[in-house]
């Protein structure tokens, strides 16, 4: 453990507990409740979700009582929310372009036409000024709105789909904050990316709409209330991410993988099939807008924006000799993406003590990095010598205007700066000339260099700020510029066109550093629209992929570790083999008989911070699993006895299951915010028709491996241990999320940490000792 | 149900109970095994798997014990079997296509020439005589030797990753078989594929090499034995179906999808990755093996053979307007679809009763079939008028010798006939020529309609002979033909072209008959080389397979009913949600003491076939689950006493968890193998260190979809159900794959079948009455 911190658990075992170790919170002995610092914002509760069907006397009337017309209409409702969510992400994908190009088009126009005119300083001037105004107010409305919306949300989309919720992560000032702090920073010049904010932008879209909309404002539809349970939201939410990828690089079968492979924890096949509904939506909608902005109605916009990069629509051909050449960028392409992975783990750490100190200190930090960039992309150019327009090149040389592999920045008419090329445009048209074909002679070793570590560098830097920025562009274009220099350095002993380098290069990078491997490949073939350079592409991505696994995590974990997330792994460590389930529980536990007396309740929800009591019978046996939410629904609708009796079964038929919902994100009500008198407390409740009579258990004598695929697999809360002999307590404790957490198992079993059974994976005593 | 057959369970539940109703199968009352009919094999008693971790003393003493090293190897080997299975998948899918090719080719090639010279009887003569010996051989080599190799293979696969283990699927035998017998019968112009089969090859590769080689030539490796275990087979033969899609169609990423969506009922990312990593080896070995055959040393294999089919590499260009018939066309395509499948489960059924009688009947149906064929493909031609070679064309024109778009057959110099460029090719030069561009009046729309009618029915029979034949091909052509008639009826009113057509065409009948998406979607991009295509694509598969849903089940699902696989599906029935667990199990339960006397242990295998046995301790409580292969093991081993004593520790460390692991396919022994003195039958065993001391346990008063939730999320075999209230024996019965079976579930509570829980599919009355 870092810092002599370790888990304590106090009490009762709890899944709020999952607390980031390396943020060093506050805990209070009387509350397990815990607290996660989101970078750049307030600490906040984070709360489990419960994919596990409850089986209570009022859910089941509940499902009896079902129409067919219903179930048809749930049927329906689920295909026609998928529709809308594609058609929304679409329409805001293909805005969120439009905007970012005419913004920082614009802003580049102005600039060249200072240029043409010899007015260097001014042209720099209000280049530094937009980006700074730009980053400035990015960073301004996320700090003060919504500090969810800072990074690039894929962490916590990710965590969510496993069954974390971290609070107004899915709110609709999230949203807009989002989309508009992405556009602001994006356009601002910073080495930041779109693709991770228009994830979550799609997720949040598919949240909100499976809520029906705005509760705040009684926008609600009654016939969206089968949603009001967690396992339809996550199915959404998966959904909803896949839309996003699939707006941000028009991959519609790339961003169904994607969502498969790095953001789903649950997957079926008939989800597989409404993803790809929706991802569909989503692509042939945006063909369309973008169709019509053919004909030059969308200002700047033009045909690109939404990369397409059309690397070679010749044949490619490859031998057997040019993969040994391929083999060796996978390799250094997998230890720079590890590399890049540790680096920004530690500038995030820093970053994070200093954005802890306050807002002043966040908005400092996001200027310094802005001003810092523009100055590199103003100024490092000034250190390539220019050189002659080739003569037989398609494309005017050099480029007046926005777009184009030539620009002229400071040079003669008839020359082009090659390093101006790339920095002095967005990204989206950086890796485009990157991609290029029979352009292997246009770009200088040196330059190409030059761009490549400033570009690593930069985005390393630019990401941590408190502003909706993401991480795929920053890697795609310092990948691309990666693997030209490759080219450029192998020279004329390949076939392989540079073009083509570049993007293994960043697919070495990409892979290297997200660690995806089928949903990386379809996205990079779906953006160069050129299925030849499959067999190479897998290659590169599963060469950088396992030498970078060697090393550390993939950024995302990382990320989620950093920011306190307790995500869920499904594979065991190996010492949870060692290790029973009666060594992972721990503390006294809080148990409530079937019928119990309301002041206990009440007592038990105000001083301890738990979501589940086991629900005890006499003769002791285990009745059942109540949810705090549930209790607290109870309790306002007041249904008391004066004596011990069970409830008639026409009361309960007052209870409809929307009393138990589970309510929008982040307004679950609180035990204090009910009030009682002295004599309601003295009454009783019987807890039966409310209580889950069906939970999952596990013997005591059970491996905690062997529950975790029970726990991971199902996608559960609680898992209540019941013991292995006869004449005890019939439950001996509840096993939460945050029991299965290393870090906490860990903190219990010290010994475990330095045995054989830690993972496997190479420790290089150099790499730790000039790195950490 | 039908034919007054149910489900009866006498005595304990069972897992092999999972019999087929539609097969009318013997049952006597002493024995629950159960018979499948593989069609056109013997019945052979089937078995589920196992995928739940068994926590007894044995295997956690043989965890404890591996070291670090092993755990390394372990780690390895499994990428190196992965390697393995690319490798050896590759090379058989590149000889396959290599033997058809020429086998295909040399025929056609000699048939030719005796048109040219004007030999026309012959020529047929020959070409029936070909076709006949060849379907003749896979007939007989697949009745004689291996009956298991019949059929596509899919649906045995399926099943088999679902938990049921159908016998000798996997032997060296079958895959022989399975090789030589694909090539025969599609080189014998049956209008069958070759894709299915090479997903079962694939399987088998697999299933084999995990097995370290072939068991009965002692040639394993001892570093193999962590891969006698379910859970690690299961993975691997995922890797090899997708290996075989890989191979068959040279799509490594639609092969992935293709295994993770139609086959694999359990999945991880991990596993992702590692099939990846298998089919890129197929992919980049494929390529390597086809180049070498680029200078013409491989016969007749060209550079054809393995579908690459280059629609257009032309802009594809289409509009808001081209979106009309494009649904049409799915709309149609879904209703076809269904009807395919339909018919091919009547004809399957109608076969099913023939090759039942015996090995001269089953020859016989396949003789008819291939005589009925060639008479087809050679006499349809002739009705087709000769229509004069185009001007403008890149090809010669009539195409003398094998591939090309114009065949001569009857016609005179300067002439085609345009059927027979279809039907008198092989399967893959038929689709070539339907999927080819520029080529919009090369084709008759009377062509084309005989040989989509031609194709669809000849398939519908091809199907159900005893010989490995998919499904795959045959449905591409049958759907590329109605999409080319589409194309012909809508005409010059669509921008697209009759190339794009059919593949769109493929596209609805594939979507309509198998009802899978995103992979159908990739193979066909992988396949037609065109990214461009994509949303259209997608939009066809998304439409067809909504409408053939509205119908019936997948073709695979049928033909798994058809074979009484009981395989079970993720989605629980709405009626399982009103029933408890306890409405499911059946019958007396048999369980064993702690310490059992050597005699009872004997007399319950010998008496029941079931699995599994609960282990019960004094005073009444649940030690935990043995499983019959380790009673056997354990009987064989006779470490038994004269007293009920507990087994000394130093006892267990005799036992390696090698005398438990799980034998290869289809070796378990038998109970009546084992000989026992009286002596020894009076004597005493400790069950103890050999019971899986943690099942997997729910409540009786557990819904049964909530219990289906864990038995499939988890991959049980067994599951125990315990009492709610204390007092009676602490195990009330056992679930098995069996009990969550609706024709079990209907048979028990037949009120359910005609209730509003029934799954929600439309019913049209005449569809019924005509072709029920």
């Known amino acids: ?19 980031a170790p390396l943020l060093r919170l506050r805990r209070s002995a009387s509350n397990t409740t815990s607290q996660i610092a989101i970078i750049g914002s307030n600490p906040c509760p984070i709360e489990s979700l419960d994919y596990e069907i409850i089986e209570n006397d009022v859910f089941k009337q509940d499902w009896r009582s079902r129409s067919k017309f219903q179930i048809f209409q749930f049927l329906c409702s689920k295909w026609i929310l998928c529709f809308v969510i594609g058609i929304v992400v679409s329409l805001i994908g293909f805005f969120n372009n439009l905007a970012i190009e005419n913004i920082a088009g614009e802003k580049f126009v102005i600039t060249s036409n200072m240029m043409l005119a010899n007015r260097y300083l001014t042209a720099f001037l209000i280049f530094a000024a937009a980006n ?5 107010f990015a960073c301004l409305i996320t700090t003060l709105i919504a500090p969810e919306a800072a990074g690039s949300g894929i962490p916590e989309v990710k965590a969510y789909l496993n069954g974390v919720d971290a609070p107004a992560i899915f709110s609709f000032r999230t949203l807009l904050v989002k989309i ?29 709409t499976c809520q029906g909309g705005l509760k705040k404002y009684g926008l609600t539809w009654r016939w969206l209330r089968f949603f009001n349970n967690d396992r339809e939201r996550r199915d959404l939410v998966t959904c909803g991410s896949a839309a996003g990828i699939a707006a941000a690089f028009r991959a519609p079968v790339g961003g169904v993988l994607f969502a498969f492979e790095e953001m789903a924890s649950w997957w079926r096949s008939a989800l597989l099939w409404r993803a790809f509904f929706t991802t569909a939506t989503v692509a042939i909608l945006l063909r369309g807008l973008t169709d019509t902005c053919l ?43 590890s590399l890049y992975n540790f680096l ?4 995030l750490r820093f970053y994070n003590l200093i954005n802890e100190k306050g807002t002043a200190y966040k908005i400092l930090l996001a200027c310094t990095v802005s001003i810092l960039t523009s100055c590199l992309l103003f100024g490092l150019p000034w250190f390539a010598s220019c050189r002659p327009c080739p003569a037989d090149t398609s494309e005017p040389c050099p480029t007046i205007g926005r777009s184009g592999n030539y620009k002229k920045f400071q040079c003669q008419p008839g020359h082009y700066n090659d390093l101006a090329s790339l920095f002095f445009n967005t990204n989206d048209d950086a890796i485009k000339n990157l991609f290029s074909k029979d352009t292997d002679t246009e770009f200088d070793r040196t330059s190409v260099l030059i761009f490549f570590i400033t570009c690593f560098f930069l985005s390393i830097v630019s990401y941590g700020i408190v502003a909706p920025v993401g991480l795929f562009i920053p890697v795609i274009v310092t990948g691309a510029s990666y693997g030209r220099l490759v080219g450029l350095l192998i020279g004329s002993t390949s076939n392989l066109n540079h073009g083509l380098f570049a993007v293994l290069g960043a697919a070495s990078l990409l892979g290297a550093s997200m660690r995806m491997t089928v949903s990386l490949c379809v996205i990079l073939l779906e953006l160069t629209n050129n299925l030849l350079l499959l067999p190479l592409v897998m290659l590169v991505l599963l060469v950088s992929k396992t030498v970078a696994d060697a090393f550390n995590h993939n950024i995302y974990d990382l990320i989620m570790t950093l920011k306190g997330l307790p995500y869920l792994e499904t594979h065991a460590e190996p010492y949870m083999r060692q290790l029973t389930v009666s060594d992972a529980v721990s503390g006294p536990l809080h148990v409530f008989n079937g019928i119990e007396l309301v002041g206990n309740i009440v007592h038990a929800l105000r001083k301890t911070g738990h979501n589940g009591f086991p629900v005890i019978d006499e003769p002791p046996i285990l009745y059942g699993l109540i949810l705090r939410s549930h209790l607290i629904s109870l309790l306002k609708k007041k249904a008391f006895h004066r004596t011990p009796t069970l409830t008639d079964v026409n009361v309960i038929k007052q209870f409809s299951s929307s009393d138990f919902a589970k309510q929008g994100f982040g307004n679950a009500e609180k035990i204090e915010d009910i009030g009682l008198t002295e004599e309601e407390m003295e009454m009783y409740v019987d807890l039966h028709p409310f209580t889950n009579a069906s939970p999952y258990t596990v013997v005591e004598t059970m491996s905690l491996a062997k529950a975790l695929t029970l726990f991971r697999g199902i996608g559960l809360r609680h898992l209540l241990v019941v013991p292995k002999t006869s004449g005890r307590l019939p439950v001996v404790g509840i096993l939460t999320r945050h029991d299965f957490m290393p870090e906490h198992i860990l903190g219990l079993h010290p010994m475990l940490a330095g045995s054989k059974w830690k993972r496997l ?12």
């Open 1 to 19: 453990m870092e810092n002599g911190y370790a888990y304590v658990s106090n009490g009762f075992p709890d899944e709020e507990s999952g607390t």
């Open 180 to 208: 508009v702090g992405s556009i602001a920073a994006v356009s601002s010049s910073l080495n930041v990316g779109k693709a991770g904010p228009m994830v979550h932008t799609g997720a949040c879209i598919a949240a909100l």
């Open 761 to 772: 994976r190479f420790r290089f005593s150099l790499w730790d000792r000039f790195f950490s």
């Open 132 to 136: 700074l105004g730009l980053t400035l």
């Open 344 to 347: 920004l783990g530690k500038v």
């Open 295 to 337: 004909s030059g109605k969308c200002g700047l916009f033009g045909t690109g924006g939404l990369i397409m990069f059309d690397v070679t629509s010749v044949d490619i051909t490859y031998h057997l000799e040019d993969v040994p050449p391929v083999l060796l960028l996978g390799v250094i392409g997998g230890i720079a993406g």
